[in-house]
């Protein structure tokens, strides 16, 4: 049973251009977790999903920034027109039910020239 | 605003030596923890939790310590080894909640 699994790993990006990062959970784990974690700082909290549903992402800047996790395949980060301050590893976790540890993956690496 | 604290930006420990990384928390109304684990270009690495109802949880060598009154928690790892370096993530949530809240880290390094 294979982890959590982001991809991609690395992703370099123009200011202006949009940014993907993916996300396939755990087998077996509906919740989804979006952290971001940027130089010298912990991880902060971005957006909670359940299959279909956002729970919530009051840690969601407003702009630019959307998250799905569809019926079917991995659940998306979306970034719109990036920027340089969105430079910073974005990790995803899962879990089976809200009361329990999250599983993370190895995160996405994101970079804005 | 910062609700889990983890004052101790680094911890460097002989091999063999006991580590003990700290965590404080502000919000009572937290009441499950956990510690992860992380190395460098990966993912953090569930380590060990533990319930507000319990005031201690062990998994071989590493054991954690819950104070509520304190609002602190602790993680001990005996013997420390060299395997052991990386950055320690504690993280707290209310269990009826939405999101794990985590502390800025501490780097442990486990000197040979």
């Known amino acids: 049973n294979a982890g959590v699994m982001q991809n991609p790993r690395h992703l370099v990006r123009r200011r202006g251009q949009e940014a993907r990062l993916r996300c396939s959970p755990m087998k077996g784990h509906s919740h989804v977790y979006w952290y971001r974690q940027l130089p010298e700082e912990g991880l902060k909290f971005m957006v909670y999903?359940?299959?279909?549903?956002?729970?919530?992402e009051s840690g969601m800047p407003k702009e630019r920034f959307s998250a799905e996790f569809p019926k079917e395949g991995p659940s998306i980060l979306r970034i719109q027109q990036v920027v340089r301050g969105d430079s910073a590893a974005y990790f995803c976790?899962?879990?089976?039910?809200?009361?329990?540890?999250?599983?993370f993956g190895q995160g996405t690496r994101l970079t804005v020239v | 605003d910062q609700q889990v604290k983890q004052n101790s930006p680094s911890l460097s420990v002989q091999e063999g030596r006991i580590s003990i990384l700290n965590c404080d928390y502000t919000?009572?109304?937290?009441?499950?923890f956990l510690w992860y684990k992380k190395y460098p270009a990966e993912g953090p690495t569930f380590l060990i939790s533990?319930?507000?109802?319990?005031d201690k949880n062990e998994d071989g060598r590493f054991t954690v310590f819950l104070n509520k009154s304190a609002k602190h928690l602790s993680l001990h790892i005996v013997p420390s080894q060299p395997g052991d370096s990386a950055v320690y993530f504690c993280?707290?949530?209310?269990?009826?909640?939405?999101?794990?809240?985590f502390g800025t880290g501490t780097s442990l390094t486990v000197i040979p």
């Open positions: 919000n009572s109304m937290f009441d499950y």
């Open positions: 976790a899962s879990s089976g039910r809200v009361d329990t540890e999250a599983f």
């Open positions: 999903l359940q299959k279909e549903n956002i729970i919530d």
């Open positions: 533990i319930s507000s109802i319990k």
């Open positions: 993280a707290a949530s209310v269990l009826t909640g939405n999101q794990f809240y």
